[in-house]
C-alpha cells in the first residue's frame, strides 16, 4: 500500500511538472508573439501543411521565379481521375489536390510505410528497420500583413531529415543536408505583404542516403518557426551567458549579447540585460548604450551578479533567466530571453564533480524516437521519456548519435538531467564544421549539457588522419565553448595515432572488455576518462528463450552480442574506479533498425532495458536497484509455464537489498546474501501459484515482489497517463492496454489483437507493442497484444471536449477510458 501511495505521489508530481512545462511554453509564446511591432515574435509554424510522398521533377531555372508548385499562381486541377506522371518536369507546373494530404509538424513519413525484406535499404542490412525512405514535398499557403513590411522575416526549421531544399513564392532559398541541425532562412525579400498576395512555401526532403546504421525517419519530423523581428535585433542564438565565479553569497553572470544591424544606417541603442528568478523577480539589471554601425554585427560583453546563489543540479534543478531588450530612442525595437543555471561541472582524472561534489554519471543512451509515431515525437513523448529515465533513477541522458531536438534540452534543464550532446560526424569540411558549429551556439546556454562528444566509433578512431580532423574540431568547440570539455566516444585503438592525446576526455565505449580503462589508467595515471557507452544487454520484454527461430532473445541469459554484461554488473565497475565517471547505458529503450543478432523479419533493436513503447523490461530493474535510492526486489520470469510442471525452472532476482529470501506458494525456497550489482538465482520446481521474493535491509523486511500463475485473458483495461489535455492540437495521452485476468493480473503470454475506437476532440496517432518482429502498421486503430501488452497515443485537437477511447478484443471484456480536453 504504501509503496503504490509513493507511485501515486510520483505519478502527481510529474504530471503537474509536466503541466506546469506547458504552462510555461505557452506563457513565453503569448509574451513573443505580441502584436506591437516593438516585440520580437516567434511564431509556431506547425499546422496545415501538405504532404507529396514521392519526388516530383522539377528543372531548376536561370531566371529568377520557379513558379509551378513553388508559388500561389499554380494551376489547380479538380478533375478526380486525373494522373500525374511526376517524372515529368511539367508535373511540378499544376497542383492536384488527390496527390497530396495535410499535415501537422512533427511529421515522419516513413514510419507510415510498409516494411520490406530489403537489405539494401539505410546503410546496413537491417539497419532502418525495413523501412523505404525516398523523397516528399511538403507545402503551405500562409499570409504576412501589411504591418510586417519592414521587419526581418525568418523561417528556422529545428530539423528535417535530410538533404532539404527551400523554395518560397517561386524562389530558391537554399539547401541544408543535415538531418540533425537546425536551419535558416531569411524571408524578408522574398515574402508578399497584405494585399500583394498570399505566400507558398515549399520543401523538398531527400531522406534516401542515411546519416547513420539506425531509424532515421524522414520529414520535417521537428518544429518550425517563423521569427519576426526589427531590422535591428538579438543575432540568431546571439547570447552566451557563463557563470565565471560562483561563491556560497555571490555568483557572477557573464552575458555575451551580440546585435546585428541590418540597417544602412548607424543605430544608437542601449542594451538592457535583466536577471530574473524562477518567480520573475529581477535580481540584477545591466545597461549600456553604444553605436551600431551600418550593415554590421556587434557583440557586447556585461557582467551582472547574483546574491546567494541556488545551484542547479539533478536534485535541484534550479533556473534562472536572462531577458533582454534592446531599445532606440527609448522605445523597445527586440526583445530576447536565454535560459540558464548556476553550477559547476569538472571532468578530471578522479572523476565528474558537480558544484564540487563527486557526481557519478547514471546515464543511458538514447535515439529520438518512439512506438507509433517514428522520429516525429510531439513534446509530451520526449517529457514522458525522459519522466521514466528519472524516476528509475537514472540522472543523465546521452544524444547518440547525433544534436537532439531543442525541447528535449529544456526539458533536461528543468527535470535536473545531465546531457551529453554529441555530434553526428567526424569532419573538419567547411559543411561538418558548420553542423557543429550549430550545435554549439544552439545548445551552449543550457545548464544541462557537461560535456560535448565530437564523435561516434568512427572507424578512423586512432589513425593519424582521424587525429588531425578531430584536432580541428577540438579547437573549433573550444572557440565556441571554452567552458565545457571535449571527448569522442571510442571503441578502439584509443593509444593509437595521437587521437586520444587531442581530447579532453577520452571516452571509453566498451572499456570494461578486458578492463581495457583500467590497464588504460596504469599506464596513463594522467589521462582523464569516461565510459560513454556499456552494457549492449539484448532482450527481448517477456521473453526467456533465446531462439533464431523465434527471434527472441532471454532476458535471463546472455546469448547475442557477446561484448556486454548482465544488466548493473557493469555499474560495480564505476563504483570500484570512481574515476570512470559514470556509464551510459546502451540503451534506455528499443529502437528501430539494428536488429542485433538478427535479420529480417526482426525490424527493431532489443538493446533497450524498456522497449519502444517504453514498458520495462527485467533489465530495468537492475539499473532501479544500482541507481535509485527505494529498496527493489525484481524476479523473473513469469509463472505461466503449462507443460512444464515438476521441471525446474531458474528464478532470477535484481536487488539492492542485503538478503532475499524465495517462497514457493508459501513454501521457503531459500534466503541468499546479495552481492552489488549481481544477480540472484534460485532453481525451483514448478508447480503454478505464487512466488514470493521478501528483500531484507539489516535484518528487517522491507519490500517484496510476488508473480502469480494467471488464468485465461478475460478483459483488455486501459490505463491512460493523463486525465486531462490541452486544446493545442499538440498534448498527447499515452494509453497503455494490458490483457489481464477475471483477477486483474497481466496475462504474461497473452497476444490478443485489440481495437480502438475514438470519439471527441481528438485523434489517434499511432499504436504499438514493443515486439521487434511486428510488422502491424503504427498508424492504425488496431494492434496485437504482445506479452500481455500494448499502447496507443492519441493527441488533442484544438478545441475543448471531452475524448473517449474504447478498446474491445474478441471474447473479451471492453475497456474504455475518458480525457478530458481544456
Known sequence: MNMNKQLLRSMLFWNVSFFLFLIFVEAKADGLQQTSPTRRIKDNFDFSWQFHKGDIAIKKVVRVGQGGITDINVPVITKKDTVIDYNNVQSSTSFLPADWKEVNLPHDWVVEGAFVNDNELGSQPGGNGYLPTGVGFYRKEFEVPESDKGKKISIEFDGIFRNSTVWVNGHLLGNHQSGYTPSNYDLTDVLRYGSEGKNVILVRVDASEAEGWYYEGGGIYRHTWLIKTNKLHVARFGTVVTTPSIKEMNASVDIKTTLKNEYKTAKNITLISKIVDEKGIVLDTKTITQSIPPLEQVEIAQLGSIKKPLLWSPESPYLYK????????????????????????????????????????????????????????????????????????????????????????????????????????????????????????????HPSIFMWSMENEEAIQGTVMGARILETMVNTAHKLDPTRKVTAAMNHARNDGGYSDVLDVVGYNYGDKQLAYVKDKEAHPDRVMFCTEGTSFVSTRGEYENSWEKHTCSNSIIWQPGWGPYPGEDW????????????????????????????????????????????????????????????VVHIFPHWNWPGKENDTVKVHCYTNCDEVELLLNGKSLGKQKAVPYKKLIWPAVYKPGRLEAKGYKAGKLVTKDIIETTSTAAQVVLNSDVNTLKANGCDVAIIKVAIQDVKGRVVPTANNLVKFSIEGPGKIIGVGNGNPTSHEPDKASQRMAFNGYCMVLVQADNQAGEIKVRAVSDKLKGSEVIVKVR
Not at 328 to 349: H, L
Not at 392 to 418: F, K, Q, V, W
Request: with cysteine; glycine share 10%; aromatic share 14%.
Open 322 to 445: 536572462v531577458l533582454t531588450e534592446v531599445s532606440e530612442n527609448g522605445n523597445v525595437i527586440d526583445n530576447y530571453e536565454t535560459t540558464f543555471g548556476v553550477r559547476t561541472f569538472a571532468v578530471n582524472k578522479n572523476g565528474v564533480f558537480l558544484n564540487g561534489k563527486l557526481c557519478p554519471i547514471k546515464g543511458t543512451c538514447n535515439h529520438q524516437e518512439f512506438a507509433g509515431i517514428g522520429v516525429a515525437l510531439p513534446d509530451k513523448i520526449n517529457w514522458y521519456k525522459l519522466k521514466i529515465l528519472k524516476d528509475l533513477g537514472s540522472n543523465a541522458y546521452r544524444c547518440s548519435h547525433h544534436p537532439p531536438t531543442p525541447e528535449l534540452l529544456n526539458m533536461c534543464d528543468s527535470m535536473g538531467i545531465i546531457v551529453l550532446d554529441e555530434n553526428r560526424h567526424l569532419s573538419s569540411s567547411e559543411e561538418g564544421l558548420n553542423d557543429l558549429s550549430a550545435m554549439i551556439y544552439r545548445d551552449r546556454n
Open 572 to 631: 560495480a565497475d564505476i563504483v570500484k574506479y570512481p574515476y570512470l565517471g559514470g556509464l551510459f547505458v546502451w540503451t534506455g529503450f528499443d529502437y528501430r533498425g539494428e536488429p542485433t543478432p538478427f535479420l529480417w523479419p526482426s525490424v527493431a533493436s532489443q538493446f533497450g532495458f524498456m522497449d519502444v513503447c517504453g514498458f520495462p523490461k527485467d533489465g530495468y530493474y537492475a539499473y532501479k536497484a544500482a541507481w535509485g535510492n527505494e529498496p
